[in-house]
């Protein structure tokens, strides 16, 4: 439909958004968050005129409020829209509306906005979206050079306004091994910038950068926040102006002349997603609802894996690893996931990557008797690639040098001893996707690891030397494209290092992340706690790690790794040659009781309390009927005072009853001093568990119990 008021409200999934078009202008958002009801043409009117500021002191300070593609021209001196020229011209690009439409589908509804700046021969088409199933707000421009003159674009970035009660950002940082760091600061004027560089997002991504009221949290507190679906360089930034504008903002990282467009060329940017919520669950429920209503999003049980890294590294003997994929289906797993280590020459992390073929040495015979007997043993078989790396020592790196990353100074620094293949050449990129094809299919491979240990740093293409990053992500969004159009029903796994590329870019393609390299529980409790912003339970890999944790080297009891892990996409990564049976039939109930609950976990909604007790977690799934849920109570130090006190349950129907009770999957026991309650369990109405709450088991440092709530 035409837009031909000045003020547009795109309503879906609860979420409002206002937008005033006025003055040929581009969009400039009013309102984003609740859902306003249907609004007559007179209250639209009435919100942009009492939304209007006072313009006084500088005749250059930009009023409020700022378009959703910030101008210089228009008096903007904060963070830039688009940032380009025509070798130095064309560089303070004006662009004036000239349509505008409205159009409604299933999906949601979008306002399309085109726009030309005259002057510099440059179009811009911006869409803005609110998404039905989620009531999240995604944009997106794409630009265009009309002229002779190549217009090279440097930036292009988006913005979504959040109102002055935002008045505290949130971000996440972390690194290998601890993704997903929470930090938080005042919003003060100035720029909370977070920016990935190395080709990927990173172990230390942010995913979401939200801005919210003082002290918001999972349960209460507004705060809204932004996403770019994009797994290349990146930059996310909380911005507050003197004049009180605050938005957060989204660019796409371009190196040196990685887009220039010829006349007629187009550059697109990634979307800019942007959610919100009366405290962080509903925000992070938002991104749940939408990737579970997206095409490709895995349907049906996530099958139980068996991976072998952690539990022989690259020791591989197929006798011995097809002894382990009987114990794994011995113990309930569905999957059994060969790691690194199965291709030619690979015995450490020194050599190898690129040479996709079977390592002859090591499997005669090749993979397939494995992953027929795995088959055969009711488990589909996955195999783990990495198929963007290389190896200075290996056939390939000796036989195409060419292909290597190099910006000018050779291959630059290795990381992990290994070095980036540049798919920006069509014979690398159809070498790797022919490698990846032809396994699948010989092997019968219904599931691959996609692994991404190294940043790109100086990625130049040779022989011009010109950077290759967003080339790279491009062709490899491409190449998993291609891979799941051949092999209808295959599952990828987004991992780089643990959790270094985690976006919905990635998202779209993939239907399971890696979070961590770390299995410890300690850990991974705060790391899937803040994965869960963007990541809903059933999409990250959770596993059940060796009673030291490899990486730590902290020793957990398995009730705890178990517990910990059963919430997501469950996997066991230990040694099940050398595990004793009494763990082994512990597994298996724990495997059991994730398959009895997996339909709750991973449809419903994940809920957090906000406690007072810094030690204390108290988390859970709720049914989307809220008829039934899970919660965890864990402990992760020794709590300040005891007894911890009581808690409310989250996410409950204050209008039903309730049943809740301890849970103990394998049989495990609570120590001896615990509150009365937990011997019996309690019937208490939604309400009051909600309001007045439970006195919280009693626990030592890293354990924890589960608590089982079904409707009477
Ligand atoms: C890094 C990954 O994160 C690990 O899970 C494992 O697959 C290794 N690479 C294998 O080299």
Redesign the pocket.
């Given at each position: 439909m035409h837009v031909d008021t000045d003020l547009v409200h795109l309503r879906a999934g609860g979420t409002s958004v206002v937008i005033l078009l006025d003055d040929g202008r581009l969009p400039r958002i009013l309102h984003w968050g609740d859902d306003l009801g249907g609004l007559g043409a007179e209250e639209l009117d009435a919100i942009a005129r009492t939304g209007r500021p006072a313009i006084r002191d500088s005749l250059v300070t930009y009023p409020q409020p700022v378009p959703v593609l910030a101008q210089l021209p228009e008096g903007w001196l904060g963070r830039p829209g688009l940032v380009g020229d025509s070798a130095g011209r064309r560089w303070a690009p004006l662009f004036l509306v000239a349509a505008a439409d409205v159009v409604a589908s299933a999906d949601g509804v979008t306002l399309t906005v085109s726009a030309i700046d005259e002057s510099y021969g440059l179009s811009l088409t911006l869409e803005l979206s609110v998404l039905e199933a989620s009531g999240l707000v995604r944009q997106r421009a794409r630009l265009r050079n009309d002229t002779g003159d190549v217009f090279r674009v440097d930036g292009l970035e988006l913005a979504l306004p959040v109102p002055a009660e935002a008045e505290e950002v949130l971000d996440l940082t972390g690194r290998w091994a601890l993704e997903r760091v929470p930090q938080r600061r005042a919003f003060d004027v100035g720029e909370w910038v977070r920016t990935s560089r190395g080709g990927k997002p990173g172990l230390e991504h942010t995913l979401l950068l939200a801005a919210g009221e003082h002290g918001f949290g999972f349960r209460s507190g507004k705060v809204w926040a932004t996403h770019l679906g994009w797994s290349g360089n990146q930059t996310l930034a909380a911005e507050r102006t003197p004049a009180n504008t605050r938005r957060l903002s989204a660019v796409e990282g371009l190196a040196a002349a990685e887009v220039e467009l010829a006349p007629g060329d187009e550059y697109v940017t990634p979307w800019q997603y942007g959610s919100w919520g009366d405290g962080l669950d509903e925000l992070a429920a938002r991104f749940h609802r939408h990737l579970r209503a997206s095409p490709g999003y895995p349907a049906g049980p996530r099958p139980v894996l068996v991976n072998t890294?952690e539990a022989v590294y690259f020791d591989h003997d197929p006798a011995a690893l097809t002894r382990f994929a009987e114990e794994a289906a011995a113990i309930g797993a569905e999957r059994f996931v060969i790691?690194?280590g199965w291709f030619t020459g690979r015995r450490d992390?020194t050599t190898s990557l690129g040479d996709w073929d079977v390592d002859p040495e090591r499997w005669p015979d090749g993979l397939r008797p494995i992953a027929e007997r795995v088959r055969a043993l009711g488990m589909d078989f996955g195999l783990?690639f990495e198929p963007e790396m290389i190896n200075l020592d290996s056939r390939l790196a000796a036989e195409h040098p060419e292909w290597i990353f190099d910006a000018g100074h050779g291959p630059g620094l290795p990381s992990r001893q290994q070095h980036v293949l540049d798919l920006g050449h069509p014979e690398a990129y159809a070498y790797v996707l022919d490698r990846l094809s032809v396994l699948i299919d010989e092997v019968g491979i219904a599931y691959v690891?996609w692994?991404h240990?190294r940043y790109l740093l100086d990625a130049g293409h040779t022989p011009t030397g010109r950077p290759g990053l967003r080339a790279q992500t491009l062709a490899v969004y491409r190449l998993m494209d291609e891979l799941h159009r051949r092999h209808p029903g295959l599952e990828i796994e987004s991992?780089a290092?643990?959790g270094g590329r985690i976006d919905l870019g990635v998202l779209e393609r993939t239907q399971r992340v890696?979070p961590s390299?770390c299995n410890d529980p300690h850990e991974r409790l705060e790391i899937q706690r803040w994965t869960g912003l963007l990541v809903p339970p059933e999409v990250q890999g959770t596993h059940i790690g060796a009673g030291e944790s490899h990486t730590t080297h902290r020793s957990h009891p398995l009730s705890y790794r178990a517990e910990k892990a059963v919430w997501g996409h469950l996997g066991v990564e230990l040694d099940l040659l050398t595990e004793s049976d009494e763990t082994k039939r512990e597994l298996m109930d724990w495997i059991a009781f994730h398959k009895e609950h997996r339909a709750l976990l991973h449809s419903g909604t994940v809920v957090h309390a906000d406690l007072s007790e810094a030690a204390a977690r108290l988390e859970g799934v709720v049914a989307s009927d809220r008829a039934e849920a899970l919660y965890a109570y864990s402990l992760t130090e020794r709590p300040r005072t005891w007894p911890v006190g009581r808690a409310g349950l989250p996410g409950l129907d204050d209008s039903l009853v309730y049943q809740v009770r301890p849970v103990f999957p394998a049989g495990e026991r609570l120590g001896e001093e615990q509150p009365p309650w937990l011997a019996d369990g309690a019937v208490l109405s939604g309400r009051v568990l909600r309001l007045v709450g439970i006195e919280l088991p009693s626990l030592d440092p890293d354990r924890s119990v589960l608590l089982h709530v079904r409707a009477v």
């Open positions: 890294w790691d690194d992390d783990w690891k692994d240990n991992c290092s643990g890696w390299d």
